[in-house]
């Protein structure tokens, strides 16, 4: 089987390392906090003291690490260790121009740097579910799929261009985010007039609107009648701060009304209040 360099032992990188231990793997480790190593240690992995020692021999090199700076400087440290024809496959949240820039420089220089940031948490890694993106050449797909199908749920491939799949995972992540401090604000203004957060989540249970929904009723408002006004909607925000009744407490129903009442200030208050998904306004 062949070796495996894990680059980063935080909370998602150390699940990959150990699930590719599980499988039987020959698994090196790297760590910039060199004690996260021991855990993978006791579990038949073998810690190296820099990057470059860690990917010595390695056929692929996964890179678990926080960002682009981070990025930039271990794949610095590590090349000196790179064999010929080894893949760096990186899965850190990256700035998608940051990607885009560090696979021009390597490939240029006979690196095989490639993009896969995942939908995955801790879980996850450890346990090979969720899902993972990944762009770039599809030659480099078709090698490096099955390899990567061991690793997570699925591999969602999404084309040529090196960075799309780090554009769509912040597009992802976006939503998790916003979701997650929407769910804030509804559980706050529940807690302002007496609903629980079992009563707010009983609600959705039976009532959910999906991401995709959403923004495809959005998308198709332009064409359609106008189903409920931005001014309608405007009111309703209202409501909910009345209710919530500190406001400064919320995260994202001060932002919503904000930009509702600048489309109603340029004259889209008799529109639908679909009006806020236009990329184009
Ligand atoms: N956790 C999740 O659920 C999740 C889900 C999807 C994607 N991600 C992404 O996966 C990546 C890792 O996330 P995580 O949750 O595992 O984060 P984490 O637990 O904070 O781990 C970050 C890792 O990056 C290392 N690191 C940070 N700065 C460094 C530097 N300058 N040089 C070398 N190493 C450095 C840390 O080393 P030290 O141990 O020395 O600090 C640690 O190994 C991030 O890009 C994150 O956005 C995370």
């Known amino acids: 089987m062949d070796t495996i ?34 855990p993978l240690v006791e579990r038949g992995a073998v810690a ?32 000196p260790g790179l064999g010929d024809g080894a893949w760096i496959v990186d899965h850190s949240t990256n700035l998608p121009a940051g990607v885009a820039a560090r696979f021009e420089r390597l490939r240029a220089d006979g ?25 770039g050449p599809s030659a480099d797909e078709a090698a490096l799929r099955p390899a990567l ?40 203004m529940g807690a302002a007039s007496g609903v629980s ?9 039976q009532f959910s609107p999906t991401a995709s929904g959403m923004g495809r009723r959005a998308l198709a408002a332009a ?15 209202r409501l909910m701060l009345e209710t919530a009744k500190d406001p400064d407490a ?3 129903l001060p932002a919503v009304a904000r930009s509702m009442d600048a489309a109603i200030e340029a004259g889209f208050g008799g529109e639908d209040f679909a009006v806020l998904a236009d990329p184009d306004r």
């Not at 190296?48 to 056929?59: D, F, I, K, L, Q």
């Not at 993009?115 to 990944?134: I, R």
């Not at 997570?152 to 040529?160: D, R």
Request: glycine share 8%.
């Open 5 to 38: 360099a894990v680059l980063g032992l935080g909370l998602l990188g150390r699940g990959f390392a150990e699930n590719l231990r599980s499988k039987g793997h020959s698994v090196r480790v790297w760590n910039r906090t060199a004690s996260r190593c021991e």
């Open 48 to 79: 190296a003291a820099t990057p470059e020692e860690a990917v010595r021999g390695a056929a692929r090199v996964h890179l678990v690490l926080a960002e682009d700076a981070a990025v930039d400087e271990v794949i610095e440290a590590l090349r």
């Open 111 to 135: 690196v095989r740097y490639i993009h896969a940031p995942v939908f995955m948490g801790p879980k996850n890694s450890l346990e090979a579910t969720g899902l993972m993106l990944l762009s």
């Open 149 to 188: 199908e061991t690793m997570t749920g699925k591999v969602l491939y999404l084309g040529e261009e090196p960075d799309k799949a780090a554009k769509i995972k912040i597009t992802g992540n976006g939503l998790l985010i916003m979701l997650t401090a929407a769910m804030g604000d509804l559980f706050r």
């Open 197 to 205: 957060t079992d009563e707010v989540l009983a609600l959705f249970d």
């Open 223 to 237: 064409h359609q009648p106008v189903g409920f006004t931005m001014r309608m909607a405007r009111k309703d925000v």
């Open 250 to 252: 919320l995260s994202v």
